[in-house]
């Protein structure tokens, strides 16, 4: 029951952060999930737009195309199960050449080390884009993220599995990675699966 009130006032706490106010287009708005219950997490980049408005994480055409590697359905991405703690709560803004700013570097330092240790049922970790994989694995990932995450089973004995981030412009990488789909998927809902599995 502690642990439960831990996480539930560290989230309390979160959702009221206003650290990185300045510098956000649309103003604080932390998104995430976590839960004392959680089994898998992903960790990500930052919210999108969608994500903002809806207050919803993975409300869009990029969370139709995670859950699809996952093999889950809505109800299974959102059930208490799985836990979604971005590297930056809030949405960054834009880029001026296009696509989503970076996380606000001030925010993983301060909630992932908060947040992350009280769901101590984690059986799996996501990491979806380069700013996850960086900030979650340093120096053991490799210079290239297609190596990376090419090299998934590197990091499945810390229980880890590094992926693209499932934006549109991933369709044109994985296509000309055809590996991707032929031995990353299989692999990742395999152990998705494993993961969510009761017992």
């Known amino acids: 029951m502690a642990l439960t009130e831990n996480l539930d006032a560290l989230a309390a706490e979160a959702r009221r952060?206003?650290?990185?106010?300045?510098?956000?287009?649309?103003?604080?708005?932390?998104?995430?999930?976590?839960?004392?219950?959680?089994?898998?997490?992903i960790i990500s980049q930052a919210p999108g737009t969608q994500a903002h408005l809806t207050g919803i994480p993975w409300n869009d055409k990029a969370g139709d195309r995670l859950r699809d590697w996952l093999g889950l359905d809505r109800a299974g991405f959102y059930a208490e199960t799985l836990a979604i703690l971005p590297m930056g709560l809030c949405y960054p803004g834009r880029l001026p050449r296009g696509g989503d700013a970076p996380?606000?570097?001030e925010c993983a330092p301060l909630w992932q080390p908060r947040l992350g240790p009280p769901m101590t049922g984690i059986r799996l970790t996501l990491l979806l884009g380069r700013h996850a994989i960086a900030g979650r694995l340093g120096a053991a990932a490799a210079r290239d993220l297609g190596a990376t995450v090419q090299g998934f089973?590197?990091?499945?004995?810390?229980?880890?599995?590094?992926?693209?981030?499932?934006?549109?412009?991933?369709?044109?990488?994985?296509?000309?990675?055809?590996?991707?789909?032929?031995?990353?998927?299989?692999?990742?809902r395999q152990e998705v699966a494993a993961a969510l599995r009761e017992g």
Do not use: N, Q, Y
């Not at 952060?17 to 997490?41: D, E, N, W, Y």
């Not at 599995?161 to 590996?179: C, E, G, I, V």
């Open 17 to 41: 952060c206003t650290l990185c106010a300045p510098h956000l287009p649309l103003g604080p708005k932390p998104i995430f999930r976590v839960s004392p219950a959680a089994r898998l997490l």
């Open 153 to 188: 089973r590197a990091h499945l004995p810390e229980r880890i599995f590094p992926l693209p981030h499932p934006s549109w412009r991933t369709r044109t990488w994985a296509a000309s990675r055809p590996w991707f789909a032929a031995e990353v998927l299989p692999a990742l």
């Open 103 to 105: 996380p606000r570097p």
